[in-house]
């Protein structure tokens, strides 16, 4: 039962990672006028940090918390390389364009290294279970 509740944290750790992740990467061309609005770069920061700290005391298992990381790495790289038919989401189109998307990739790496290296070398803490399971006080 454990190996299947730990594989259940990892497809819900992988789907929300893939879902933010890519919504990030379409917030990139984000503007208010003429100012570009860097709220992906926000948004790799805070969703790499928190959603592996979450997979981690969810699912006590190491390899799901490295799971939102390598998840948000393929998302990004895959919108960062142009495809056959020419697509091509994070794109160099203006100098202002270029910074957000380098900081978008920049911070993300960071951020998920971070916490994946932080989430590492931390134990997993499991909840203890308090009586002897008969369920009278003794």
Do not use: K, Y
Not at 102 to 127: D, I, N
């Amino acid at each position: 039962m454990s190996g299947l509740r730990t594989a259940g944290w990892a497809v819900l750790a992988v789907a929300v990672a893939f879902w933010l992740a890519v919504v990030e990467v379409f917030w990139l061309p984000l503007r208010v006028g003429p100012v570009p609005v860097p709220l992906s770069v926000l948004g790799a920061a805070a969703g790499n940090l928190l959603l592996v700290a979450w997979a981690h005391r969810l699912s006590g298992s190491r390899l799901v918390a490295v799971l939102p990381v390598a998840t948000w790495l393929v998302v990004a790289v895959a919108a960062s390389v142009r495809r056959p038919e020419g697509d091509l989401v994070i794109t160099g189109a203006t100098t202002a364009t270029q910074v957000v998307g380098l900081a978008f990739l920049l911070v993300g790496v960071l951020t998920g290294s971070f916490a994946v290296g932080r989430a590492l070398s931390r134990p997993v803490r499991r909840p203890v279970d308090a009586g002897s399971g008969t369920g009278g006080a003794r």
